[in-house]
Nanobody
Framework: QVQLVESGGGLVQAGGSLRLSCAAS??????????MGWFCQAPGKEREFVAG????????NYADSVKGRFTISRDNAKRTVYLQMNSLKPEDTAVYYC??????????????WGRGTQVTVSS
């Protein structure tokens, strides 16, 4: 079973930037066959869709709350998907998860999840 490992989270001031990475282990069907997504979950809230990207990076979609600030991308040779986060706001504070399998906004459409990386934005 493939494993996903997120990194790049941390503490940043409002207006700052972070770049999250999600590396997939080399196992089973190739990484480049799958769409990938990023979700976030703040304390006391449900997991929410942030961004999705298709298998070759040619199509992306975003939650309205992050459009124009976040960019999802992927490097299939490195089996890695990225989330560039700019103009961060305190309300972006959450644990960020990457997931495999879809560009859809529903978490049920994804079959493999990472353990998450914490992003904290101070005001």
């Amino acid at each position: 079973q493939v494993q996903l490992v997120e990194s790049g989270g941390g503490l940043v001031q409002a207006g700052g930037s972070l770049r999250l990475s999600c590396a997939a282990s080399a196992s089973g069907r190739t990484f480049s066959s799958y769409a990938m997504g990023w979700f976030c979950q703040a304390p006391g809230k449900e997991r929410e869709f942030v961004a999705g990207i298709n298998y070759n990076g040619g199509r992306t979609n975003y939650a309205d709350s992050v459009k124009g600030r976040f960019t999802i991308s992927r490097d299939n040779a490195k089996r890695t998907v990225y989330l560039q986060m700019n103009s961060l706001k305190p309300e972006d504070t959450a644990v960020y998860y990457c997931a495999r399998g879809s560009m859809l906004t529903e978490a049920s459409a994804y079959d493999v999840w990472g353990r998450g990386t914490q992003v904290t934005v101070s005001s």
